[in-house]
Structure formats: structure tokens, C-alpha cells
């Protein structure tokens, strides 16, 4: 796994092709390399190479439909790799479903958050002790009541009658009880409110700072470099660019490009 | 007995079987919520029970405890049935999971007539209890359960009611616990809203689905054991169970526990109010409601909030439905030998009465074949709304009833007799309405239309499981109704020697049981036709043939293909601006009005006297056609009617040889579903994959088959 991988896929596209990987040494939590997965007949991904450092938060932004939850989807299991590797820790975890997956301490907050919408809050964190990894670090479901907004007054509510906001904090807050190593979050400001939004950034950024390594998937571009250390950007199912999120923030070409961000 | 406790003794055989209802009914809701399976065979575990109870209650060594029988038996008959309903999740419904809950009813559909069968079956020696052949038997009670009990103001009821619902109450309360206060239970309550997540979290609920499936095993066998302390017991206690607990699942919302208790005790308040006649009586003519009110509720509620009172939508929004495995693409022949064994295969059948008592009896033309090809324009007429548009209709049997009821009572004179006194009485008497064969079939076909438009307007707004639930909602209304019909016979059902003829005007070439083309044909000294062959016979070839080419050519136009898209993906259909809802219905109709010709040719064709009754209504067919269609390969017109044809003929040879016969045609679709999902049609792809595996693999048997492998894991695959 070495550092060059993560950056070959730049010269899928003829993108500006200045991917910087000069910097990405540490430990690897998770490394992808030349990844495909798809549906039926069709590939989304095509080859998708990438890696998270140990202890950051490292972004893979793109617009709608260039593979991002897929990407996501075959990392837990939950759709077949078709060729490729996904490592985890430098052990390939390539074929593990994703109970396996989860057991490991890949967590997902997955998009739409997916709550148990008939379930309470509390019973929705207990899902999460119920299982998740015995090796990752977990937290208790008292102590995210705690340290979670309001769920602690919430706990007894139904899932489905939560605001957004609070389903996304109760979704991330049940990937911590079942205990993460790596949290991988899909979009987890989507149809938030700004002041709601910075909320939820903030708890990934607490998250961070104890030490879970955080795979931040996101479309608002601006959230991802708020938060990220190192930024992806896919279209069309391959890594188009990767590079430092200062470095980002400053490349109008790969913005305008790939991401439909004009600056 | 005064109106009072008239009303309090209703109230209390209401609830004694609304809560056998809720037992019954929180199983399948349980088992659906979690597996999304729909469990046809639950009636005949609830009979198992019954059995199981009896069995254990004659055991000899019993007889000296200091209690009843009936206790043990009770304790464990439900634990026997576990077993059973563990072994059946594991054997036959594992291999399932992700593919179309179509599967499940086909499967358990299979089980169903498996089940019926050993029951049934008188065999083993005496102190084996558990087979007893049909007649019903009665469970001794202890005496402790026998008589009154007083409830004080001069009322007493049967102390068996009043255990029957505590017993029953203790078990539901018992569930409710367990479902809210164990893991178990949570995490059987989250499966049910989405499975997919419960995986993401580390939980490998797959463990847990033998135990959901024995479980709500041991809740049917509970219900079947206490009211078989009152009823008795006999082979067809499941049967007339197993509809009231969908109608009442489907009622409360698939999945809810809650909706399983107010659906069941609703109903079965409703039911015993409307049947007995003291209280109700007068103001309500209770007898013709009794069977139909309950589907007409579901039916409102289905309408009105598809997900059923406490059904959540958002539960349903899993998207895990797999997709239904057609046999169309899946052939090794071209088209062109397609059409050429078609003509053949015509060719040979116009042929067959030639050898009419000299190589077999006139039955095996006159009837067998008869039946067979009236079974295959019935499949064909399925294939079109479940191989093209993607519809499970569950109530196909409606059309095709209503198409044969219209036969016969056109022949009695009954339909001209509802135009009596009207101008159009005069029209009919010169048209010669009572004896056309040829208007018969075409008042069925368009009364089938007619229903099938209304079933269509009323259900294709709803999708999926759902849609299957209300056609079969609709079908067993119909039914209900026939049988307290006076004039379509109720339960005798009807029959006439009247026959209809080949013509109209009144002027014709005879009646369609006479009209005889060869008595006898002898070519040179060799005796080729010894018997008579009958017109009706080829009026049945040209009728199925025709069907299908017409079909065919509907299938081959734009309809057709806007149809297939819609099956593929609704979705992707009305992004192009089609009305997918209108097409599905036009289908609808369609396959309604060629049901309603299948049917609508039975009793003409196939006796002397034309006779029709009420188990041709019956929602067994429903699943015999679909089993039919299955067999053959789905999505392909011709595979349904091959389809149908072996299930008639196999059906046939079964009876001949062993009384055991359903058994065994319930275990050849079980076998099927697993392992040929796509059909009779995709034997030769499927055999040369097979082949062809074998010699590049080392011989091993390493996969799964190629039918249904893909879908193996596409409960993971599409999880949210």
C-alpha cells in the first residue's frame, strides 16, 4: 500500500493531474485500490482508489450519482466488490458482509440516516450495543445521551417523530455505541438547516479529536472543507483529484470541473 | 335469554375467537415483518397443532397423571409444531430470502397442499393418533373447563370461552412483553423496519429468523389447539382460518404486532355479530354480510391507507422486493424452432382424437386434453398481468369463476331471465340467447372485463404484496357472496342438462355436448378412430390457440413493451410519460376477459350436464394457476400454458397412482421455486450451464444453480 496508489487515479480523466500525496504518510486505517462494484450490468465504480490516514478525517466529495454511496456500499459489504482491494488495518476485507464489516469498527451513518423510525431513541442506541465490535472503542448509551444534544430528552420519543437534525446526531450517536474505529458518514448535512448543519460538524469534529478516523462523503463541498484533512473529489466513478483541503479551497479548475462549484 | 345476555354471550364467542384470530394473526404479522415472507401454510401449522394436541392426548402412558391431558398437550403440541415451522424456515424459505415475496406464497402455497395432505392421511398403526383421514374429532377437555361459569346479574357463560381468551390474552401479553422487553424482541422489532441497518450495526439477524419463524409457529399452534377444544378437529381447520388471518394482518398493517390485536378481535367480534342472528337480527340482514363484511372492510382500509391501520409507510420503504424471474431470454432454442415446436405441438394435438378407443378412452381427448388446454389459456391469461406488467394477482380465480358461473347460467336461462319485462328480452329471445355457446362466452368474457376493470380501478393503485392481498380480497368476496346466493346456487352450486349450441338466431348445428364430427374410422383393415370425436374438442384448440396468438400479438405491439418496461422498472416507465397506472389496468382487462373465456369454456365443454360450483371460486385455484405459470416460466405466454398442461396432466397420473398425490405435487413446487424459479422453459439453458460448469470446474457442485444465484444476496445487495 503505498503512497503512489492514491494518487494513479488522476490520470483517469485527463483531470489537471496534480493530485499531492507528498504529505499522506502515517498509518492507514483503510485503503482502497482500484475498486469496481455496480448493479446489475451497470459499473458505477472503475477503478476507485483512495486511503484514510489514522486519525483524520479525510473527505470524498463529487456530485450526484458518481458513485460516492457505492463507494460506501461495497466498503461495508453491503453490495460485492468485483475486483480490486479494500483494506482495513492492511487487512483486506474484501468479501466480508457487512455484519463483518461492522464488527470490525467500520461504522456507518448511512445517508437518509436510516433510524428505526418505530423504535425510541433509547431502544435505537441499544440497537447499537446489541452489536457492533467488540475491539473498536465504544461509548455507553448513557453517556451519548449525556453528550448529545438534546436525545437525552428525546429518549423516549419514536424515532420517526425526531427533527432531521436530531435523526442525523442520533444516527451518528448509534454508530458510536456500536462501537467505530472508522465512522464513515454518507452526507450527514443533507437537508439540514445552516445553524443545524455546524452542529453536526461539530460533533464529527469532537468525534475526530478522540480519535475515530472519520471517511466523510459529502456533496456540499463546503462542509467537506471544513472539516477534512485530505480531500477526494470522484466523478464518474473514478478519484479525479486528491489533495490537501487548503490546496482545494484554492484549485478553481478541479471546483468548476468536477464539482459544479464556481469561484 | 333475554336481549342482554344475548348481547353478553355474543361478546364472548366474538372474543374467544377474536382471540384465536389474534394469535393466528400476530404469527404471520410477525413472520412477515421481519422475513417478508407471507406464510400460507400458517392455517395448517395452526391445524398441526390441533393434531399434535390430539396425538399427545392419546397417548397411553399419560393416562395415569395426576392432570389432564389436555395441559401437556398444550404445553407440547406448540413446541412440536416450532420444530416444524424451525425445519420449514430452514429447509425451504432460507434458500429464498431476497428474491420477490411472490416466492414465498408459491413456496408456502406448495407447503400448504403438502401439509393438507399428511394430515389427511389415514395411515400407521392406531396408537400413532396423528393421522385420522377426514373426520373430525373431538379434544376430551378437563373437567375443570366443562359447563357454566356465572358472571353474576343471572349471566353464565361457557367457562372453555372464558379460558380460551384468558389463555389467549396471557400468550398475546406475553409476546407484547417479550417483543418490547427483550433483545430478542428489539431487535426483532428493528429487522422488521429495516433489516439492512440491523446488519450495518454488527447484528447477524439472518440467526434469528428460524427462531421468528418457529415462534410464530408455536402462536398458530396455540390458536389451532384451544379452538380445537371447541370446534374439534379436521383437516380443513386451516383452511377456513388462513384467509380470516390475512384478511385481518393485512387489516391491522402488515408487520404490526398492535394491528394483529384490533384486527383479530374486530374481526372476530364482527364475524360471530353478523352470523348468529339474536342481536343483530332484526335490523341487519345479517346472513347474506356475514361472509362478505369482512372483505369489504379490507378492502376500504386497503383503499383508504394501503399500509393497514398501524402499518408505518415508512416501514416499507426498504426497496428490498427482488425481482420476478422471468423465463423469457432464458431459452437455448431461437425463435424460429419456438414457433415451429408451437405448430407442432398444435399440429399433434389436432391429431390426437384419432386413436379415440382404439389407443385410449374418449375421457383422455374429451376431458383431459380439454381441461388441460382450458388450463392453459387460464395461465395465459395470468402471464399477461404477472410475466408482463409485474402483478401478483392472487384473485386471478374470480375471473375465471365468474366466466364459468355466466356459462351456466346462461344456458339455465337465468340471464335472459333478468332482462324479463324489459325491451330487451325481445332482442334476446331473437338472437336465441339462452342456447349460443357463442354469446355465452362472450356475456363471460365481458363480465370478466367488466369485474376486472372494477378490481383493476379499484387495486393497481396499490403495489406489491398489497395488491396481491386485496385481489384476493375481492376474489373471496365474490365467493362469500355466491355462497349465500340463492340464484348462482350457493353452496350446491349450479348445474343444468341444457346445454348451449354451435350457433345464434336459434339456428345452429346442435349442442356442444352432441355435435359429433367421427364415430368410427377404419382406414384399410386398421381401426384409426373407435370412439366419437367431439367438435367441442377442436372448438377448444382454435379458442386456446387463437388466445394466443392474439396475446402474443398484444405482447409484440407497443403495448406489449411499454408493459415489460413497467416490470423492469415502474419508475423509469413514467419518467418516459407513460401512465404506467392506466396500462397496468388495460392489462388487467385484458387478462380478466381471457380468464373469464377459460372459465367460461369449463362446464360447457367438459360434460354432459354443465355444472359449476363454488370451488371454482375457491382461492386454491388462484394459487394453482400461479403455481401453473411459475412452472412453466413466467414472461413468456407459451411457458404458462406448457406450464399448465404438465400440472393437469401431472395432477392426472398422481391421482392414478397414489392417494398421496397432493403431497407430492406440493413438494414438486417447493422444489421448483427453489431451484428452478425461472421454469419448465429454462430447463435447456439451465441443464447446459450446468453442463458446461461441470466440465470446466472439476465436476465440483460449487455454486448455486444459475436460476437463482444472482438474487441470493440481493437482500443485502439493495438495502436501502
Known amino acids: 500500500m503505498s503512497g503512489e496508489d492514491a494518487a494513479d487515479p488522476a490520470q483517469g480523466e485527463g483531470g489537471p493531474g496534480d493530485s499531492d500525496t507528498s504529505d499522506r504518510s502515517g498509518d492507514r486505517i483503510l485503503s482502497v485500490e482500484e475498486l469496481r462494484a455496480g448493479y446489475g450490468e451497470t459499473e458505477v465504480l472503475r477503478g476507485v482508489s483512495f486511503d484514510v490516514l489514522d486519525g483524520e478525517v479525510a473527505a470524498l466529495v463529487g456530485r450526484n450519482g458518481v458513485g460516492k454511496t457505492t463507494t460506501l456500499r461495497a466498503i461495508t459489504g453491503a453490495i460485492p466488490a468485483r475486483s480490486g482491494s479494500i483494506r482495513f488495518r492492511g487487512e483486506s476485507i474484501i468479501g466480508e458482509d457487512s455484519v463483518a464489516t461492522a464488527k470490525r469498527g467500520i461504522g456507518l451513518v448511512p445517508e437518509e440516516r436510516r433510524i428505526f423510525p418505530g423504535l425510541t431513541v433509547e431502544e435505537n442506541l441499544r440497537m447499537g450495543q446489541l452489536g457492533g465490535s467488540?475491539?473498536?472503542?465504544?461509548?455507553?448509551?448513557?453517556?451519548?445521551?449525556?453528550?448529545?444534544?438534546n436525545l437525552r430528552e428525546r429518549r423516549n420519543n419514536r424515532g420517526a417523530n425526531l427533527s432531521g437534525g436530531e435523526q442525523q446526531m442520533l444516527a451518528i450517536a448509534r454508530a458510536l455505541v456500536a462501537g467505530a474505529d472508522l465512522l464513515l458518514l454518507d452526507e450527514p448535512t443533507e437537508g439540514l438547516a445552516p445553524l443545524i448543519v455546524e452542529s453536526v460538524e461539530d460533533v464529527i469534529r469532537e468525534v475526530n479529536d478522540e480519535g475515530i478516523s472519520v471517511l466523510l462523503v459529502e456533496q456540499n463541498v463546503a462542509v467537506a472543507l471544513d472539516l477534512a484533512d485530505h480531500v477526494f473529489v470522484l466523478d464518474r466513478g473514478r478519484i479525479v483529484y486528491s489533495g490537501p483541503a487548503e490546496r482545494l479551497e484554492e484549485d478553481g479548475e478541479v471546483l468548476d470541473r468536477h464539482l459544479g462549484v464556481s469561484v | 335469554m333475554s336481549a342482554f345476555t344475548a348481547v353478553i354471550d355474543q361478546l364472548i364467542n366474538g372474543l374467544t375467537i377474536g382471540i384465536v384470530y389474534v394469535l393466528l394473526a400476530a404469527g404471520l404479522s410477525i413472520i412477515f415483518g421481519v422475513m417478508d415472507v407471507i406464510n400460507f401454510a400458517h392455517g395448517e401449522l395452526f391445524a398441526l397443532g390441533a393434531y399434535f394436541a390430539l396425538a399427545v392426548a392419546g397417548v397411553q402412558l399419560l393416562e395415569g397423571l395426576p392432570f389432564h391431558a389436555f395441559w401437556i398437550s398444550l404445553l407440547l403440541a406448540p413446541l412440536a409444531v416450532a420444530v416444524v415451522g424451525g425445519g420449514i424456515e430452514r429447509l425451504t424459505i432460507r434458500p429464498l430470502y431476497g428474491r420477490n415475496p411472490l416466492y414465498h406464497i408459491l413456496l408456502t402455497f406448495g407447503l400448504v397442499l403438502v401439509f393438507k395432505d399428511v394430515i389427511e392421511t389415514r395411515c400407521c398403526p392406531p396408537y400413532f393418533l396423528l393421522f385420522r383421514g377426514t373426520s373430525r374429532s373431538s379434544v376430551s377437555l378437563p373437567p375443570m373447563l366443562e359447563g357454566q361459569v356465572a358472571l353474576g346479574a343471572g349471566i353464565t357463560v361457557a367457562t372453555y370461552s372464558v379460558?380460551?381468551?384468558?389463555?389467549?390474552?396471557?400468550?398475546a401479553l406475553g409476546t407484547w412483553w417479550a417483543l418490547n422487553n427483550t433483545k430478542v424482541g428489539l431487535i426483532v422489532r428493528a429487522g422488521a423496519q429495516d433489516r439492512g441497518m440491523v446488519r450495518h450495526l454488527g447484528i447477524d439477524i439472518d440467526r434469528y429468523y428460524t427462531l421468528v419463524f418457529a415462534f410464530g409457529s408455536a402462536l398458530a399452534a396455540v390458536a389451532g389447539i384451544v379452538l380445537a377444544g371447541r370446534q374439534g378437529v379436521f383437516p380443513a381447520m386451516g383452511d377456513s382460518v388462513i384467509i380470516p388471518a390475512f384478511v385481518i394482518v393485512v387489516l391491522g398493517g402488515l408487520g404490526s404486532f398492535r394491528g394483529a390485536v384490533v384486527g383479530g378481535l374486530g374481526v372476530g367480534l364482527i364475524q360471530t355479530m353478523l352470523t348468529s342472528p339474536p342481536v343483530l337480527g332484526e335490523y341487519v340482514p345479517s346472513e347474506e354480510l356475514s361472509g362478505v363484511v369482512v372483505f369489504i372492510l379490507m378492502i376500504i382500509v386497503l383503499l383508504a391507507r394501503p399500509q393497514g391501520l398501524f402499518g408505518n409507510p415508512e416501514w416499507q420503504s426498504s426497496g428490498e422486493e427482488g425481482e420476478l424471474l422471468t423465463g423469457s431470454g432464458e431459452g437455448v432454442l431461437g425463435p424460429t424452432w419456438r414457433k415451429r415446436l408451437g405448430i407442432g405441438l398444435v399440429a399433434l394435438l389436432a391429431l390426437v382424437p384419432l386413436g379415440v378407443g382404439v389407443r385410449y378412452s374418449t375421457y383422455v381427448v374429451d376431458s383431459l386434453l380439454v381441461t388441460m388446454m382450458i388450463w392453459a389459456l387460464f395461465a395465459l391469461s395470468l402471464d399477461f398481468v404477472l410475466g408482463y406488467a409485474g402483478l401478483v394477482s392472487l384473485g386471478h380465480v374470480l375471473f375465471f369463476g365468474v366466466g364459468a358461473y355466466t356459462s351456466v347460467l346462461v344456458a339455465q336461462g337465468k340471464v335472459a331471465g333478468l332482462f324479463a319485462d324489459t325491451p330487451v328480452a325481445?332482442?334476446?329471445?331473437?338472437?336465441?340467447?339462452?342456447?349460443?355457446?357463442?354469446?355465452?362466452?362472450a356475456t363471460g368474457v365481458g363480465v370478466a372485463a367488466v369485474l376486472a376493470w372494477v378490481v383493476g380501478y379499484l387495486s393497481i393503485r396499490v403495489a406489491g404484496v398489497y395488491f396481491a392481498m386485496i385481489t384476493l380480497a375481492f376474489a373471496e368476496l365474490v365467493r362469500n357472496a355466491v355462497l349465500k346466493l340463492q340464484w348462482a346456487g350457493s353452496t350446491d352450486g349450479l348445474s343444468t342438462a341444457?346445454?348451449?349450441?354451435?350457433?345464434?338466431?336459434?339456428?345452429?348445428?346442435?349442442?356442444?355436448g352432441d355435435v359429433?364430427?367421427?364415430?368410427?374410422?377404419?382406414?384399410?383393415?386398421?381401426?384409426?378412430?373407435?370412439?366419437?370425436?367431439?367438435?367441442?374438442?377442436?372448438?377448444?384448440l382454435v379458442t386456446v390457440a387463437g388466445s394466443y396468438l392474439l396475446a402474443r400479438r398484444m405482447m409484440n405491439a407497443p403495448f406489449g413493451s411499454v408493459l415489460q418496461a413497467i416490470r423492469e422498472s415502474e419508475q423509469r416507465a413514467k419518467f418516459l410519460g407513460y401512465d404506467t397506472t392506466a396500462y397496468k389496468r388495460r392489462a388487467f382487462v385484458v387478462s380478466g376477459a381471457l380468464a373469464g373465456l377459460a372459465g367460461g369454456l369449463l362446464p360447457i365443454t367438459t360434460g354432459i350436464v354443465l355444472s359449476v360450483g363454488p370451488s371454482d371460486l375457491h382461492w386454491i385455484v388462484s394459487g394453482e394457476v400461479i403455481v401453473a405459470t411459475i412452472l412453466g416460466g413466467m414472461g413468456t405466454l407459451y411457458g404458462p400454458m406448457l406450464g399448465a398442461g404438465l400440472f393437469v396432466g401431472a395432477e392426472e397420473l398422481l391421482v392414478e397412482y397414489t392417494d398421496q398425490w397432493q403431497a407430492i405435487l406440493g413438494l414438486l413446487f417447493v422444489f421448483f421455486v427453489i431451484f428452478v424459479p425461472r421454469g419448465l422453459v429454462s430447463l435447456p439453458a439451465l441443464l447446459d450451464r450446468h453442463l458446461d460448469l461441470d466440465l470446466g470446474g472439476g465436476g465440483g457442485e460449487t455454486g448455486a444453480d444459475p436460476g437463482?444465484?444472482?438474487?441470493?444476496?440481493?437482500?443485502?445487495?439493495?438495502?436501502?
Do not use: K, M, W
Not at chain 1, 448513557?142 to 453528550?147: G, I
Not at chain 2, 354451435?502 to 339456428?507: D, E, L, S, T
Not at chain 2, 437463482?708 to 436501502?720: H, K, S, Y
Open chain 1, 134 to 149: 467488540e475491539t473498536a472503542h465504544r461509548r455507553e448509551v448513557e453517556e451519548v445521551l449525556e453528550t448529545f444534544g
Open chain 2, 163 to 171: 379460558f380460551v381468551i384468558a389463555a389467549g390474552t396471557v400468550v
Open chain 2, 426 to 441: 325481445a332482442l334476446l329471445s331473437v338472437l336465441g340467447y339462452s342456447d349460443s355457446v357463442f354469446l355465452a362466452l
Open chain 2, 498 to 512: 341444457d346445454n348451449l349450441d354451435y350457433g345464434i338466431f336459434g339456428q345452429g348445428i346442435g349442442e356442444v
Open chain 2, 516 to 540: 359429433v364430427l367421427v364415430e368410427e374410422l377404419t382406414i384399410g383393415p386398421v381401426l384409426v378412430i373407435g370412439g366419437e370425436v367431439h367438435l367441442s374438442y377442436y372448438f377448444v
Open chain 2, 708 to 720: 437463482p444465484a444472482p438474487e441470493a444476496d440481493a437482500d443485502r445487495e439493495v438495502d436501502d
